[in-house]
């Protein structure tokens, strides 16, 4: 897909809430494999992207290491 050429390891912050299913749903829709998306939110789970779960993970400096892109759909405190 072009998006994992321009993209290469795209993450989304809040991937819980509306959102973040919003970006979830525009990056699925784009083509973004599920292999180059990494999912954050404020408890461990799933989200769907497309027709696969994603794990969802803590955002910690370590869970977001090597992160090429991401998109902040939490509110002021946790996206500073």
Do not use: K, N, W
């Not at 390891?9 to 809430?17: E, K, T």
């Not at 180059?36 to 989200?47: C, D, M, P």
């Not at 769907?48 to 794990?55: N, Q």
């Amino acid at each position: 897909a072009v998006l994992t050429q321009i993209a290469g390891l795209v993450g989304v912050a809040g991937a819980r809430g509306l959102v973040g299913g919003v970006f979830l749903s525009i990056l699925a829709d784009a083509g973004l494999p599920a292999s180059h998306l990494r999912a954050y939110g404020h408890e461990s789970g799933t989200v769907d992207f497309g027709h696969t779960d994603v794990a969802v993970s803590p955002a910690t400096d370590e869970t977001m290491a090597g992160l090429d892109v991401l998109f902040c759909a939490t509110d002021s405190a946790p996206s500073r």
